[in-house]
Nanobody
Framework: VQLVESGGGLVQPGGSLRLSCVTA????????MAWFRRAPGKEREWVSH????????YYADSVQGRFTISRDNRRNTLFLQMNSLRPEDTAVYYC?????????????WGRGTQVTVSS
């Protein structure tokens, strides 16, 4: 299983970024997918997840209305559109095959992509 996140960077408050997660090694459209993040000094937390067909999405309260998760099952790729970014969104973002909102359910993580929101 390979999950490679990209698209992070430095952005000013109020700005936008679009994260991508290219996957390989498993049947992408057979799994719901998720984004997690880990802020400096904090535990990793669930951000959002999406069902296998891309029709139903779920968001943490902290990002509801600002972030949009989507997927392209033809390209085995997961996305996270992040708008109206805030300094508290600063974190390393990770994608994963969704097996629950608790990070304890996951055995390993990819390298992630760093998002820094700062003026």
């Amino acid at each position: 299983v390979q999950l490679v996140e990209s698209g992070g960077g430095l952005v000013q408050p109020g700005g936008s970024l679009r994260l991508s997660c290219v996957t390989a090694g498993f049947t992408f459209d057979s799994y719901p997918m998720a984004w997690f993040r880990r802020a400096p000094g904090k535990e990793r937390e669930w951000v959002s997840h999406i069902d296998r067909g891309g029709e139903t999405t779920y968001y943490a309260d902290s990002v509801q209305g600002r972030f949009t998760i989507s997927r392209d099952n033809r390209r085995n790729t997961l996305f996270l559109q992040m708008n109206s970014l805030r300094p508290e969104d600063t974190a390393v973002y990770y994608c994963a095959r969704f097996v629950g909102r608790s990070p304890a359910n996951y055995g390993s993580w990819g390298r992630g992509t760093q998002v820094t929101v700062s003026s």
